[in-house]
């Protein structure tokens, strides 16, 4: 069992920037792959970007490509989510994910953190 625990949510204008993090304990890191996502008001949550075992591999969705860059880093056991040229309709609660196969992230399952509020202000 992992637990995750997301932090760096907060208030930005549009085209701003802000680094989400997600710090796990529990299990051996290096086993899971890892996830974002994210849930606006009255929408379902929505798969933003994930990143294999190794953080060798990374997957977004086509709305943040070239924007949002995920990395892993084993050695602390933590996620990062770099979002850069935030736009309005970013605003959500962002959720890390954790799971041992990568499919089983991207397909939203497995363990899951907290959440933390981002707003994007236009």
């Known amino acids: 069992q992992v637990q995750l625990v997301e932090s760096g949510g907060g208030l930005v204008q549009a085209g701003g920037s802000l680094r989400l993090s997600c710090a796990a304990s529990?299990?051996?890191?290096?086993?899971?792959?890892m996830g974002w996502f994210r849930q606006a008001p009255g929408k379902e949550r929505e798969f933003v970007a994930a990143?294999?075992?190794?953080?060798?591999?990374?997957f977004y969705v086509d709305s943040v490509k070239g924007r949002f860059t995920i990395s892993k880093d084993n050695a602390k056991n933590m996620v990062f989510l770099q979002m850069n040229s935030l736009k309005p309709e970013d605003t959500a609660v962002y959720y890390c994910n954790a799971a041992t196969v990568i499919a089983t992230v991207k397909s939203g399952s497995g363990y899951w953190g907290q959440g933390t509020q981002v707003t994007v202000s236009s």
């Open positions: 990143t294999s075992r190794s953080g060798s591999s990374t």
């Open positions: 529990g299990r051996a890191f290096t086993s899971y792959a």
